[in-house]
């Protein structure tokens, strides 16, 4: 559905060669998504996060104690340069439960993404948004399938 005309988007193999709106995938890089033709759609593997928190901040992810500084009592943040808009670092609770560190680590990725490519805006995609992001973040959600979302109320 996100490629209705696949022509000249992909090779030979299957592989997609550009982007849903024509751009060229970079050879080699990271394809988040779909990188097949009618493969499904995969997530960035929790093995990369070091390693795009220190391509998108220049450092490398600091752990430390809730209070720190840049932390306050949140379990993760990015804090970011209020001159140029970039992401300074990527920073995680020590008190964090293991089981909870990838998906806390993953919500962090995606704003060191965000603050990099200028924070898309998300007009006219929200009720999209409020869903994906309630299946992932909200622990109120139906306990009978816990990987469907809770009922809400979008506008």
């Known amino acids: ?3 209705p005309n ?3 988007r ?3 193999a299957g592989n997609l060669t550009r982007d849903i709106d024509g751009n060229p995938l970079e050879v080699g890089g990271r394809i988040v998504g779909r990188s097949v033709v009618g493969g499904a759609d995969e997530a960035v593997p ?3 996060f070091d390693a795009i928190a220190k391509a998108g901040t220049g450092r490398d992810t600091q752990i430390v104690a809730p209070g720190s500084e840049g ?3 949140n379990v993760g943040a990015v804090p970011y340069d209020r001159y140029t808009q970039l ?3 990527v920073i995680l609770s020590n008190k964090l439960n293991p089981a909870d560190v990838p998906g806390v680590y993953g919500h962090e990725i995606g704003h060191v993404i965000e603050q990099l490519v200028g924070e898309l805006p998300a007009e006219g ?3 999209e ?3 994906l992001y309630d299946v992932g973040d909200n622990l109120n959600r139906a306990h009978s399938n816990p990987d469907m979302p809770a009922k809400m109320i979008c506008p």
Do not use: F
Request: net charge positive; aromatic share 8%; hydrophobic share 45%.
């Open 1 to 3: 559905m996100d490629y």
């Open 6 to 8: 696949v022509l000249g």
């Open 10 to 12: 992909h090779d030979a």
């Open 46 to 48: 929790a093995a990369e």
């Open 71 to 73: 932390l306050g009592w």
């Open 87 to 89: 992401p300074r670092r």
């Open 125 to 127: 995609l929200t009720r």
């Open 129 to 131: 948004l409020k869903v």
